[in-house]
């Protein structure tokens, strides 16, 4: 069973956790040691409710040593909230570090280098270590480079802009020229085949990012009924080992990795896609030209040192690619 480490409980989680354990509020007072009224004010007050460390602390607790139905429920309860819970496998690698990329200002996470189990099969392969995106390229994020290098906007986009109801939805209808251009322009690079499937994986080759479990609810696919793209940071119980969102579902991601001359490799699934198409593992790939509205893409780095020799985010300069459509 996955756990899940919440980042800053608030009422809204503590409410979620004292549901998800069938406990009435008397009952969940008495196990943290705290009176019935405080627990009855920390949710009412919900999100607003900031709770001190060491309450905080009986909480962890209480969430990990749950029994595991009690966590799915607490998974299903909180999922899709606006405050931070990402996914805890006893195999994971904490979360290192995640910094900002001086090339375009985005949020990026390291992967260390190391040997991980990739394929359904479980072969062994070594990674150098990389930074990668923590969440797809989003309308908001693309548009500083539309305006930076006078890029063809996406075709849905209205007179050039992106409906500010999308601002933090995976950018789609970008082809894979266009989304390498976008690598070029912040200093940065598609991911290679092996790097995006240790990000989205781990290093023990889980089936899923959050593990080995199939549920819908930690993931934006044709089974959740959605019908469009979500907001990236969405999925928090669904993160992968190294806190990477949105590597299963949501769009489909264009990697640098050629299948054949004019083909490049897709990873993930998309809110088109049936769950089973979406494990990590899965290889699905398209002509560099191909254009749709479930296809998006981040980035990787070598490093978080800026690249002199590469145009930088803010830049005028022009990059060269063909990505209308």
Excluded at 86 to 109: C, K, Y
Excluded at 132 to 142: E, H, K
Excluded at 198 to 204: C, V
Excluded at 293 to 303: E, L, M, P, Q, W
């Amino acid at each position: 069973m996955t756990g899940v480490l919440v980042t800053e409980w608030t009422g809204r989680e503590t409410r979620a956790l004292r549901v998800a354990l069938r406990l009435t509020v008397t009952e969940f007072a008495k196990s943290l040691q705290v009176s019935t009224n405080m627990v009855s004010r920390w949710e009412k007050g919900a999100e607003e409710t900031r709770i001190r460390m060491g309450n905080q602390q009986s909480l962890d607790t209480m969430l990990q040593i749950a029994l595991p139905d009690a966590q799915a429920r607490f998974n299903a309860l909180v999922d899709g909230s606006s405050t931070g819970i990402i996914a805890d496998e006893a195999q994971s690698t904490a979360v290192d570090e995640q910094r900002r990329h001086p090339g375009d200002g985005r949020l990026m996470l390291h992967i260390p280098e190391g040997r991980f189990l990739a394929g359904d099969e479980g072969r062994s392969l070594y990674v150098a270590d990389f930074w990668i995106d923590t969440f797809p390229v989003t309308n908001r994020d693309y548009a500083t480079f539309v305006t930076a290098t006078r890029a063809k906007p996406p075709y849905h986009w209205e007179d050039g802009r992106y409906p500010e109801t999308l601002a933090d939805h995976p950018v789609v209808y970008v082809d894979w020229h266009a989304a390498a251009s976008y690598a070029q322009w912040a200093g940065k690079e598609l991911p290679t085949a092996r790097q995006w499937e240790k990000a989205a994986r781990g290093q023990t080759g889980s089936t899923y990012p959050w593990g080995n479990g199939i549920t819908f609810a930690k993931c934006n696919v044709r089974e959740s009924g959605i019908k469009a793209t979500t907001p990236v940071s969405r999925y928090r119980s669904g993160v992968s080992p190294y806190g990477v969102f949105d590597m299963c579902g949501n769009v489909w991601e264009w990697l640098s990795s050629a299948s054949e001359i004019g083909r490049h490799e897709l990873r993930g699934g998309a809110w088109t896609s049936p769950f089973d198409r979406c494990a990590p593992a899965t290889v699905n790939d398209a002509l560099a030209t191909m254009c749709d509205d479930d296809t998006g893409f981040r980035c990787v780095a070598a490093s978080m040192e800026a690249d002199p020799g590469r145009p930088t985010a803010g830049t005028a300069a022009q990059v060269r690619h063909s990505g209308g459509c």
